[in-house]
């Protein structure tokens, strides 16, 4: 696999939301053990904020993107 789409669609959609719709900072949260969607998104700019438990006793990561 590893073609690069998730990659393209999410710089399609940060450009669509910062662009478009004038967001200013966007948040994505991740399962942690999930390795692809967390390098996705450090890929595509996102700084790692946080990890968090959920009521499960699941970890999570917060990550944010702040528009410049």
Do not use: C, P, R
Not at 17 to 22: E, P, S
């Amino acid at each position: 696999m590893k073609k690069g789409y998730a990659t393209e669609a999410s710089i399609a959609w940060l450009d669509y939301g910062f662009n478009q719709m004038n967001i200013q900072s966007m948040h994505a949260y991740t399962h942690a053990q999930n390795g692809a969607s967390n390098h996705v998104l450090q890929k595509v700019g996102f700084q790692f904020m946080e990890d968090y438990l959920d009521k499960d006793g699941v970890i999570w990561k917060w990550w944010q993107l702040i528009n410049s």
